[in-house]
């Protein structure tokens, strides 16, 4: 499953690749044309989305993005970015 969000106004995407298992969130894997400091925030990110329920809100989505990036500057994009982006993806 594939999902794309560019912020209103924004010029960069973010893309969510997701799997769905036993209704969980799985594979989930978040890229795009932003920015990330440190990098490994991106592992921690994508670790905090895998297993959530599909049933999951937005609400949810983005704050299980924000606690995994807590010390992590995100630029050009944010956790209610991925959130729309997972959200689109499970929505095909």
Do not use: C, W
Request: net charge negative; aromatic share 6%; hydrophobic share 45%.
């Amino acid at each position: 499953m594939h999902g794309e969000y560019k912020a209103p106004g924004g010029k960069l995407v973010v893309v969510v690749d997701l799997e769905v298992y036993t209704g969980r969130l799985a594979q989930v894997r978040v890229s795009g044309d932003f920015f990330l400091e440190p990098e490994e925030a991106l592992d921690r990110i994508n670790a905090a989305l895998e297993g959530l329920p599909v049933t999951s809100d937005e609400t949810e989505i983005a704050q299980a993005v924000r606690q995994a990036a807590a010390h992590a500057e995100m630029i050009g994009f944010s956790p209610e970015a991925v959130a729309v982006a997972v959200k689109r993806a499970l929505s095909g």
